[in-house]
């Protein structure tokens, strides 16, 4: 059964911008603001990673320090070590996201370590959350596939979730971050997944690279899973992901749940418009087909 409503986390700010050019810090405030204005609670404000590797993220101090967004918002931004969760301390956050791969090839081009050397650097940052009430979110990228070596098993997938969770993640997002899975391949997954870890512990992370994102999250629906990863205008990539495209847009999943009965919270045509001013700040348009039409009326 679907569940009844579902939570949305809004990555557009960090996952969308953190693989586009030239948006300045204004605009990414500008950005938030008007996501938390739509109505979106839960929002990944930015990447406290090394500015050597993803130039885009190099202001997320900046960018926080500058939000006015409601009290209930919930802001996360991603540390891959001490010094990223010692950044994302002082930015005022309340949640971390550690991040590493079921794929070995991938964990070394995207953070420069293996897997397992991910988990021990996990460590310090999950002791510094503890000393400080603050709440961290796992990810696992490549669950489907990998872009350096093919196709990732379920097995391999449900190892590097039960590690994280066992480690204190309240939460592990499953990224397909080249969007090569399908339903039955998201299904097979997931099977595997909920038979082994309790259902609200699990959030789908699709990026829409082969255009299987809505299809692939309906299938997670059906399987009960209620929090989904998304980003508005559909904004992004992966920078160690050559030709991955954006995350699913927002706008999209929100369609998509509304036409299901399920309750989002979010204010649709707000969020349209959130993804309109950024897409014009960035000259493109956005890669939603709700968000098209919309305009189109
Ligand atoms: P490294 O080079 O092995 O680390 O990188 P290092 O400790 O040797 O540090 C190298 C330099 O970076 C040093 O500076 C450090 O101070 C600095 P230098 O002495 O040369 O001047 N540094 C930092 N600066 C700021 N903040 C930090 C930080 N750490 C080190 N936290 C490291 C290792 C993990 C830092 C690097 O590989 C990195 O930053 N990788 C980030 C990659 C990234 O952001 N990828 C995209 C996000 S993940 C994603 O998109 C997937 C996801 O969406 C899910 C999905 O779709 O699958 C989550
Ligand atoms: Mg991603």
Known sequence: AYPEMVRIVEVGARDGLQNEQS??????IALIDALAGAGLKNIEAGAFVSPKWVPQM????????GLSVPSDVELSALTPNVKGAELALQSGV???????????????????????????????????A????????????????????GEVQPEQVLDV??????????EVSLGDTIGVGTP???????????????????????????????ANIHKALEMGISVIDSAVAGLGGCPYAKGASGNVA???????LEGLGIYTGIDLERLARAGWQICDAL???????????????
């Open 58 to 65: 190099a202001d997320s101090l900046d960018v926080i320090a």
């Open 283 to 297: 000259n493109k348009a956005p890669v939603s087909k709700v968000s098209l039409a919309l305009k189109s009326q």
């Open 94 to 128: 309340k949640e971390f996201a550690i991040f590493t791969a079921a794929s070995e090839a991938f964990t070394q081009k995207n953070i420069n370590c293996s897997i397992s050397e991910s988990i021990e650097r996990f460590i310090p940052v999950m002791e510094l």
């Open 130 to 149: 503890k000393a400080n009430n603050i709440r961290v979110r796992g990810y696992v990228s490549c669950v489907v596939g990998c872009p350096y070596q």
């Open 161 to 170: 979730c039960k590690q994280l969770l066992a480690f204190g993640c309240y």
């Open 184 to 214: 039955n391949k998201v299904q097979n997954l997931l099977s595997l997944l909920l038979a082994n870890i309790p259902r609200d512990k699990l959030a789908v992370h699709f990026h829409d690279t082969y255009g299987q994102a809505l």
């Open 23 to 28: 948006v300045s810090t204004a605009q990414k």
């Open 250 to 256: 927002t706008e999209d999943v929100v369609y998509l």
